[in-house]
């Protein structure tokens, strides 16, 4: 039987609570150990105990220690706890997409395990987002190029029609020689 832990825990595992919890940082998009340790159901001191004893299992690409420039710009982003009122004495760890998978195998709950899964498929779905945003820019900059292109024609056309209607017109009433046959009588 789940004790009402995991059922809270399995209630935050929503694509838009952990979309929230995805932040870009050193060009990555990474989730903070306070963040999984939620999502997991375990403390983050739980977590990040594990993290240290299996560190071989986490290389740089899977996850790293916030520096404090990095620590501070977050938290003016978001609600962390202030060092000065007992909150976190050392700066958070960032875990990336594989990261979060390594974890999971590591701290080896089925809450973790369904996590881990809800977590990756968020990761999958903000990089499908950011292609399909990719895609879109390009189809932008095509258009502007092709309506530059459209404004450039606009222009000649004007021009030509500006140049047609400062002609000289030819006045009708001036002798000029008659185009034709010449009847004989």
Same mark, same amino acid.
């Given at each position: 039987?789940?004790?009402?832990?995991?059922?809270?825990?399995?209630?935050? *595992?929503?694509?838009?609570?952990?979309?929230?919890?995805?932040?870009?940082?050193?060009?990555?998009?990474? *989730?903070?150990?306070?963040?999984?340790?939620?999502?997991?159901?375990?403390?983050?001191?739980?977590?990040?105990?594990?993290?240290?004893?299996?560190?071989?299992?986490?290389?740089?690409?899977?996850?790293?220690?916030?520096?404090?420039?990095?620590?501070?710009?977050?938290?003016?982003?978001?609600?962390?706890?202030?060092?000065?009122?007992?909150?976190?004495?050392?700066?958070?760890?960032?875990?990336?997409?594989?990261?979060?998978?390594?974890?999971?195998?590591?701290?080896?709950?089925?809450?973790?395990?369904?996590?881990?899964?809800?977590?990756?498929?968020?990761?999958?779905?903000?990089?499908?987002?950011?292609?399909?945003?990719?895609?879109?820019?390009?189809?932008?900059?095509?258009?502007?190029?092709?309506?530059?292109?459209?404004?450039?024609?606009?222009?000649?056309?004007?021009?030509?029609?500006?140049?047609?209607?400062?002609?000289?017109? *030819?006045?009708?009433?001036?002798?000029?020689?008659?185009?034709?046959?010449?009847?004989?009588?």
């Amino acid at each position: 039987m789940e004790t009402e832990q995991h059922i809270i825990d399995r209630s935050l *595992i929503s694509a838009d609570r952990i979309e929230e919890a995805i932040y870009m940082i050193r060009g990555r998009r990474v *989730i903070l150990d306070y963040d999984l340790a939620r999502l997991y159901g375990v403390s983050t001191t739980r977590l990040n105990e594990q993290v240290k004893r299996n560190r071989k299992r986490f290389p740089n690409d899977f996850m790293f220690r916030l520096t404090d420039g990095e620590f501070v710009r977050l938290m003016s982003q978001i609600a962390i706890s202030n060092l000065r009122r007992g909150g976190r004495r050392k700066l958070p760890f960032a875990f990336t997409e594989h990261g979060v998978v390594m974890l999971a195998s590591v701290l080896n709950s089925s809450v973790a395990v369904d996590a881990s899964i809800h977590v990756v498929r968020a990761f999958v779905q903000l990089r499908t987002m950011v292609a399909t945003h990719s895609e879109l820019l390009r189809k932008l900059k095509e258009i502007d190029e092709k309506i530059g292109e459209h404004d450039t024609v606009m222009w000649l056309l004007f021009e030509a029609i500006k140049q047609l209607m400062e002609s000289p017109s *030819i006045d009708r009433d001036e002798e000029r020689p008659r185009i034709g046959f010449i009847a004989r009588t």
